[in-house]
Every structure is written in C-alpha cells, then in structure tokens.
C-alpha cells in the first residue's frame, strides 16, 4: 500500500505550501505488508515548502513522513518533519531512494528500525538543516543511515539514538556540519559498517566539521571513523574536550525562523570555527546571514552578534505609607530585540531605611540583591516582586538596574528610579470616604424609611476620633439611630479630627426653611472613634416621615 496521505505519481508534480500533513498511516499494524509512505509518498515531482509533515504512521515499511521512490524528485524547504514512525522499516521521518534535497528544514523525533530521522539509498542534499531526537530503535543511523550518496552541509545531528550510529550511520561527506550529543551502543556520534578508517569525509581537508563532547571518549564516539585534520573533536580524549552543554544548547527550540534549531552557546568551540569555503551558504536555517564573527559557525545554526535592547521598569505600592508598613516593588525587565538577551541580570541595591522583606528564588542578596533572570527572547518580559520594609520616615530612592551579555543598543532604558514618601504614625495622612443609601426610595408617608452610611478609612494611616454628623430633613421624625449616636433630629458625615478630607458626604452644609421652598436642617451626632487604613463602618437609622 503506497501512502497514508498524499500519493503522487510518475508524472505528477506536487507542490505544498503552507501546508500541514498529519495522523495518515499506510497500511495496518501486524498486516505485514509492504506499506511505505504514511504521510506522503512520491515517484514524481513533489515540493514542500514552510510546511509540516507530522504524526503519519507507515506500518511494516518505509518513511514514516515522507517516502520517495527511485523515480521521485522531493524538495523540502523551510519544512519541519516530526513525530513519524515507519514500524518495522527506514526512514522514520523521510526514506529516500531517488533524488531529496533538504534546505533549511528541522527532521525530529521520529522512529524508525534504521535510519529514525533520515534513510538514504539515493542522492541526498542537506543544507541548514537540523536533525535531532531521532531514534533508530532497532538498528543503525538513528540521525541519518546513509547506503547511497549524500552530503551534509552545515548541518546539525544531534540527540540521535540508534544501536550502531547514533548520530550517522555509512559513508558520506560532512562539510562545516556538527554532529555531538547522540547516542548508541558503538559509534555514539559516526559509525562504519565497514570498520575502515575516515569513510564519512574521505579526509576531505577543509570540511571544518565538529564532533563529539567530553561525554565520550574517542573510541566511544567513533567507530571507523577519524576526524579530518581541519575538523574540530570535543571528546574527552582529544586535545580540546569540551562538555555538550558548552557546545550547544541541548533543548531543540524556536530560535527565530520557520523551522526549530539547537543554538550554539556564547564562546563555544564551533563559533567562528569554519574558518574558509563559506559562505556560502549566505544564512543559516533560520535566515541569519553568514558570517556573523570573522567566520561561519559550524551547524546550522549562527550565532548573531547583535544588540539586544533591554529595558527596565519600576513601580512602588503604596505611595505614600507609613513605617513598617510593607512596600512592593514591582520590576518589569523587556526584551526590545533585535536579538534575544542572554544571561540577563537585574540588581537592586536598596536604600538605606528600609529592611528587606521576601524576593524570589531567582535573586539573592538582602541589601544588594542579584536576580539570575536567563534568556530573555525578542519582546519577551520578566516580572520580579520585591518587598521591603520602612523602618524610618524618609523618601526612600530606588534604582534597579539590567545588564546582559549582548551589548545594549541603548543603554538609556537600563536602569529606573522610585522615589517613596515614608511618613511616621504621628504625622501619617488618612482619606476618609463616606457613601450614603436610602431605602425605600421612593418613601411613604407615614412607614419606616432607612438610611445606611458607610465610613470607610482608604490610608495610609489610622483615622483617630472620627465622628459622623447627620442632619435630619424636615417632614421625618426620627425612629431608631445606633446607642453611639445621640441627637434626634440628625444624619449628616462629617470627619471632624481627619486631616485632609477628601469628599465626604454632606460636610458641614447647612439649608434654613424660610416657607420659600429650603429646609431648615437640625443635626446630632455618631462618634465612631478609631478607624484603621482599609476598615469600612456601616451606621443605620430609621426614620418614620411625617404623614401630610
């Protein structure tokens, strides 16, 4: 059974765009039957571009993702394929045995017997191109299983697993490609079948390719198979050992363009180490130019030598407040780009007068404190929460301040100033709010109409001796008020011992009733003592009015 998905013939020219191949099987489980292509298979022409081939299934036969015939033509291009798996055959993510040619596209996470992400038995080109977590659970090649012609340029393998050839497996050209980080019983990184010595790059000089980590000793990584000369080895046993995780970051992710890379780490070895033959290509898979340094990286992935625009933001609350009150800080750290901003680092020294009260896990520090806040990518932000506590009545300054290892395309942003007024209990301010609700409204002559105000104490300090004052309109007589009320005629809100009150209901207004159509108003009285900052007072009082 020929293709899951897509099926295009000897004459037919296909071309995808945009497109998304996804979840088709060829054949069934255990139906041993020769079924290849579980998302798309090809005997004429077919072109992929910026599109995904994903989670196709080809049962007891070849390519998982894509299959293409002896006969067939594939072009993939800004194109990811991923999550196949071609049951008991090669090529889990694409099986080639005609003509391929894959440009800037990601091959990850698929399974297969030989050859998990990529199987060659005819011409394969790969430029740009990112092959990784692959898996060749039952044989060789868990990257690419080569047995025809294929090269490699700047290309990066890794994360691969296979019993033989974890990364590759046969014999090919490697130029400026990085294979490191895979995995397998014999030759982790390259494995020969034929056990001869340099079967991959022929000892090709000039090819500038990377190999291993210091994981892995040389025997481990490679099975008949010696780097060229101009080649750089990272294993523990040659000259320059260096760690995975200092060669290359080991998470395959969005680092900008269509398709997902593994970035290189800042002042790693394959960085500017591709020291002649390139460019071309003029871009790496995600489309950054070629070279960014005095050389091209090693991969498929350049590191930019960019600016990465950070800026910093703070904020104070509340402002103002008194001592020992909790103050908040709140840091907002932006990403401005163009670049992505590693190794962010945001401190704050506090002022003096103020004593540190909680951070997050990322800072350190009690009086200078130090917060780790990574990568930050374009328009990306980071949100850091500081509290302190006043312990004197000052204005207290703040200034935060963000650094990065990229330079800054302007420095202007990088650091802010708050400034907080902290005021002692004695001469601390409070703001008094009052609202008032009839009901019912309309009234009735002669039944109970009740009015309810509500006292509420907004800070920052505690409002000593408030007192309400009521004044009771003509035509009501008073039926119930609160036993801390005295007065009979009264309901008026006046905060008389607050300091800067701000509204209030009523106030100290006064209307007279001189039979022209104003009320002549009499007042009484509620003294509701102490209020802390936040507290809210209900007083009710009824009053019966008066029938006509």
């Given at each position: 059974m020929w293709a899951g998905g897509?099926?295009?013939?000897?004459?037919?020219?296909?071309t995808f765009t945009n497109s998304t191949v996804s979840r088709n099987s060829a054949g069934q489980a255990h139906a041993r039957v020769n079924n290849r292509g579980g998302g798309v298979s090809n005997r004429g022409t077919l072109h992929l571009t910026n599109s995904t081939v994903s989670g196709n299934d080809a049962y007891d036969g070849g390519g998982g993702g894509v299959y293409n015939l002896s006969s067939g033509t594939v072009t993939l291009t800004n194109s990811t394929v991923s999550d196949n798996r071609a049951t008991g055959g090669s090529g889990g993510g694409v099986d080639n045995i005609g003509t391929a040619t894959l440009t800037n596209s990601t091959i990850s996470r698929n399974d297969a017997n030989d050859g998990g992400g990529v199987s060659n038995?005819?011409?394969?080109?790969?430029?740009?191109?990112?092959?990784?977590?692959?898996?060749?659970?039952?044989?060789?090649?868990?990257?690419?299983?080569?047995?025809?012609?294929?090269?490699?340029?700047?290309t990066t393998v890794s994360r691969n697993s296979a019993r033989f050839g974890g990364g590759i497996s046969g014999f090919l050209t490697l130029v400026r490609s990085l294979v490191s980080g895979n995995t397998a019983t014999i030759g982790a990184e390259i494995y020969s079948s034929s056990g001869t010595e340099n079967p991959v790059n022929f000892v090709n000089p000039g090819n500038f390719s990377f190999f291993g980590h210091s994981g892995l000793t040389t025997g481990q990584a490679f099975y008949g198979f010696t780097p060229a000369p101009t080649d750089r080895t990272a294993t523990s046993t040659s000259t320059t050992p260096t760690a995975l995780d200092a060669i290359l970051d080991t998470t395959l992710a969005n680092n900008g363009g269509p398709t997902e890379t593994h970035a290189l780490v800042a002042g790693g070895p394959a960085i500017d180490a591709a020291v002649t033959g390139c460019p071309p290509p003029?871009?790496?898979?995600?489309?950054?130019?070629?070279?960014?340094?005095?050389?091209?990286?090693?991969?498929?992935?350049?590191?930019?030598?960019?600016?990465?625009?950070?800026?910093?933001?703070?904020?104070d609350s509340p402002d103002p407040l008194t001592v020992n009150q909790t103050l908040a800080y709140t840091i907002t750290v932006r990403n401005n780009g163009p670049s992505q901003a590693t190794g962010v680092r945001l401190t704050d020294s506090l002022p003096q007068g103020v004593l540190l009260d909680s951070r997050p896990s990322q800072c350190t520090g009690t009086s200078s404190i130090n917060c780790n806040l990574g990568t930050l990518a374009v328009g990306a932000e980071a949100i850091v929460t500081i509290t302190v506590i006043p312990t004197v009545p000052v204005t207290v300054e703040n200034t935060v301040r963000v650094v990065a290892n990229e330079p800054d395309s302007n420095p202007a942003n990088d650091s802010d100033t708050e400034t907080t007024t902290v005021d002692s209990p004695?001469?601390?301010?409070?703001?008094?709010?009052?609202?008032?609700?009839?009901?019912?409204?309309?009234?009735?002559?002669?039944?109970?109409?009740?009015?309810?105000?509500?006292?509420?104490?907004n800070g920052p300090a505690t409002a000593a001796g408030v007192q309400v004052t009521d004044v009771l309109p003509e035509g009501v007589v008073l039926a119930f008020k609160p036993s801390e009320c005295e007065g009979s005629t009264a309901v008026i809100l006046q905060p008389r011992h607050a300091p800067e009150r701000r509204g209030g209901h009523g106030g100290d207004r006064r209307r007279s009733h001189d039979g022209k159509g104003r009320h002549q108003w009499a007042q009484g009285h509620w003294n509701t003592n102490r209020s802390e900052p936040g507290e809210r007072r209900v007083l009710g009082h009824d009053h019966r009015r008066a029938s006509p």
């Amino acid at each position: 059974m020929w293709a899951g998905g897509v099926f295009n013939n000897d004459d037919g020219t296909a071309t995808f765009t945009n497109s998304t191949v996804s979840r088709n099987s060829a054949g069934q489980a255990h139906a041993r039957v020769n079924n290849r292509g579980g998302g798309v298979s090809n005997r004429g022409t077919l072109h992929l571009t910026n599109s995904t081939v994903s989670g196709n299934d080809a049962y007891d036969g070849g390519g998982g993702g894509v299959y293409n015939l002896s006969s067939g033509t594939v072009t993939l291009t800004n194109s990811t394929v991923s999550d196949n798996r071609a049951t008991g055959g090669s090529g889990g993510g694409v099986d080639n045995i005609g003509t391929a040619t894959l440009t800037n596209s990601t091959i990850s996470r698929n399974d297969a017997n030989d050859g998990g992400g990529v199987s060659n038995l005819g011409t394969a080109t790969v430029t740009n191109s990112t092959v990784s977590d692959n898996l060749a659970d039952g044989g060789s090649g868990g990257g690419v299983d080569n047995g025809g012609i294929a090269t490699l340029t700047n290309t990066t393998v890794s994360r691969n697993s296979a019993r033989f050839g974890g990364g590759i497996s046969g014999f090919l050209t490697l130029v400026r490609s990085l294979v490191s980080g895979n995995t397998a019983t014999i030759g982790a990184e390259i494995y020969s079948s034929s056990g001869t010595e340099n079967p991959v790059n022929f000892v090709n000089p000039g090819n500038f390719s990377f190999f291993g980590h210091s994981g892995l000793t040389t025997g481990q990584a490679f099975y008949g198979f010696t780097p060229a000369p101009t080649d750089r080895t990272a294993t523990s046993t040659s000259t320059t050992p260096t760690a995975l995780d200092a060669i290359l970051d080991t998470t395959l992710a969005n680092n900008g363009g269509p398709t997902e890379t593994h970035a290189l780490v800042a002042g790693g070895p394959a960085i500017d180490a591709a020291v002649t033959g390139c460019p071309p290509p003029a871009t790496d898979q995600r489309g950054v130019s070629r070279p960014q340094g005095p050389a091209c990286d090693i991969g498929a992935f350049e590191r930019a030598v960019g600016f990465a625009d950070l800026a910093v933001s703070l904020t104070d609350s509340p402002d103002p407040l008194t001592v020992n009150q909790t103050l908040a800080y709140t840091i907002t750290v932006r990403n401005n780009g163009p670049s992505q901003a590693t190794g962010v680092r945001l401190t704050d020294s506090l002022p003096q007068g103020v004593l540190l009260d909680s951070r997050p896990s990322q800072c350190t520090g009690t009086s200078s404190i130090n917060c780790n806040l990574g990568t930050l990518a374009v328009g990306a932000e980071a949100i850091v929460t500081i509290t302190v506590i006043p312990t004197v009545p000052v204005t207290v300054e703040n200034t935060v301040r963000v650094v990065a290892n990229e330079p800054d395309s302007n420095p202007a942003n990088d650091s802010d100033t708050e400034t907080t007024t902290v005021d002692s209990p004695s001469s601390a301010r409070a703001e008094l709010a009052i609202t008032a609700a009839a009901a019912p409204d309309p009234g009735v002559s002669g039944q109970t109409l009740t009015y309810t105000l509500a006292v509420r104490n907004n800070g920052p300090a505690t409002a000593a001796g408030v007192q309400v004052t009521d004044v009771l309109p003509e035509g009501v007589v008073l039926a119930f008020k609160p036993s801390e009320c005295e007065g009979s005629t009264a309901v008026i809100l006046q905060p008389r011992h607050a300091p800067e009150r701000r509204g209030g209901h009523g106030g100290d207004r006064r209307r007279s009733h001189d039979g022209k159509g104003r009320h002549q108003w009499a007042q009484g009285h509620w003294n509701t003592n102490r209020s802390e900052p936040g507290e809210r007072r209900v007083l009710g009082h009824d009053h019966r009015r008066a029938s006509p």
